[in-house]
């Protein structure tokens, strides 16, 4: 993908919105959740490496990202560790526990605020480094408000701050495997900023010497990856019911993402044959076929279908049920409007960037057949979609241009 043309990624972008439902099968709150975008100037020793995230203090250390990828090739032989990113290119090294030394909380804003009394599935991975002297049990994820900026200090143990999620399965040890600190939540529909770290304080954390101390001080340095916050309500997605002839290649699904991939499992019926483990799958059928996508968050288990018929055989006509719509003015430096057929009423919003990723994702109420929305993007080329009334609206370009 890096070394194509922004017209060939607009023409992958329709070839691809033309054979696949647009709306999401679940949406990751957490802005670049896996550390894959990173600041194009950044070097192996800066801090705040990532896009997206950032320390509580811009003048204080949050983390250092690592990479397989030059000029940040630090893994797996990185000086810390022998450890591979769990997914993906780049993962981040991070600081939760120190006895004389500063304590680090990155922070993520995140894609939009969370939904008042809406459940959702936090989580992110951690494992220690070959060289970590003390390992921890404590570790947590915070959901907040803009109240996080009036924390005067930073890098010193945030013992007043009550996390949304904590581990509390025992002190990690492990070198080699990642291990998921997860849990559930219920929001109250202020948060917009995630931070990460351990809110216990060095008497109040769960702790175990593994290496021996080099140094004046005992720490705790550990990788982190795969960080996501999704809404545990959020439906099991096959796609629409499609029609094929015999040679074509058909997209079912929601858009791949590391954050929804590994939640789902996809089956072929009959045989209840199994596909694989992502958020949508690519199929080349030779007959009218049934398949299957089941789908766990934190637990909760849902599941979703979608017939592909040889031929249209068993497909209706569309009867007009895929409505229009219109986003202007187009370039826009940050709003705009969305005008469509529907009148009044509530549709979703699902902004993609150039790499087919979820960058925001919101509900808005229509009047008279406008609706307007203020976005905080990058300079850029954008696809929007829209559902309503559970029908997809067909997909549209949008360029940031500021």
């Known amino acids: 993908m890096k070394n194509l043309s922004a017209l060939t990624l607009i023409f992958i ?75 993906g290119r780049n993962f981040i090294i991070s600081q939760f526990y120190c006895t004389a030394c500063q304590w680090a909380y990155p922070r993520n804003r995140l894609k939009t605020k969370l939904k008042a009394n809406t459940t959702y599935c936090a989580k992110y991975y951690v494992v220690n480094t070959n060289n970590n002297l003390i390992a921890i049990e404590n570790y947590a994820m ?17 013992t007043y701050i009550n996390p949304a999620i904590e581990y509390n399965n ?24 995630m931070v990460l770290g351990n809110f216990r ?19 705790n340095d550990v990788y982190i990856d795969d960080v996501s916050c999704i809404n545990l309500n959020s439906p ?19 858009p791949r993402d590391f954050a929804v991939d590994e939640l789902c499992r996809w089956y072929q019926l009959p045989g209840n044959i199994a596909l694989d483990t992502a958020a949508g799958i690519w199929v080349k059928p030779a007959e009218t076929s049934t398949f299957v996508v089941r789908q766990e968050i934190c637990g909760l288990v849902k599941w ?28 826009t430096a940050s709003e705009f409007s969305v005008r469509s057929d529907q009148k009044d009423g509530e549709i979703d919003i699902c902004i993609y960037d150039v790499l087919n990723r979820i960058v925001l994702q919101e509900k808005l109420t229509v009047k008279n ?11 850029g080329i954008y696809l929007v979609s829209i559902r309503s009334d559970h029908r997809t609206l067909r997909s549209k370009q949008l360029i940031i241009q500021r």
């Open 142 to 158: 915070y959901f907040g408000d803009e109240n996080l900026d009036t924390i005067q200090y930073c890098n010193v143990p945030l």
């Open 304 to 331: 979703d279908t979608a017939v592909v018929f040889k031929d249209a055989v068993g497909l209706g006509e569309d009867n007009g049920s895929r409505k229009h719509f219109s986003v202007y003015p187009n370039p």
């Open 13 to 87: 972008w329709q070839v691809f919105f033309n054979h696949t439902d647009s709306k999401s099968q679940t949406i990751n709150y957490v802005n670049n959740g896996s550390f894959e975008v990173s600041i194009p100037t950044v070097t192996l020793n800066d801090f705040d490496a990532a896009e997206n995230w950032e320390a509580l203090d811009s003048i204080q250390a949050a983390y250092i990202i690592l990479s397989l990828d030059p000029p940040l090739e630090s893994a797996p032989n990185s000086g810390y560790g022998f450890q591979f990113p769990r997914t």
């Open 236 to 254: 099991a997605f096959a796609g629409p019911d499609q029609a094929f002839k015999v040679g074509d290649s058909l997209y079912l699904g929601s």
């Open 201 to 219: 304080g060095v008497n109040g954390t769960n702790t175990l010497i593994i290496n021996s101390p080099t140094l004046a001080y005992m720490s």
């Open 369 to 379: 057949h406008e609706t307007k929305l203020k976005v905080e993007l990058n300079n």
């Open 170 to 193: 025992g002190i990690i040890t492990d070198t080699l495997n990642w291990t998921a600190i997860s849990g559930t939540f219920v929001a109250s529909g202020n948060e917009k900023y």
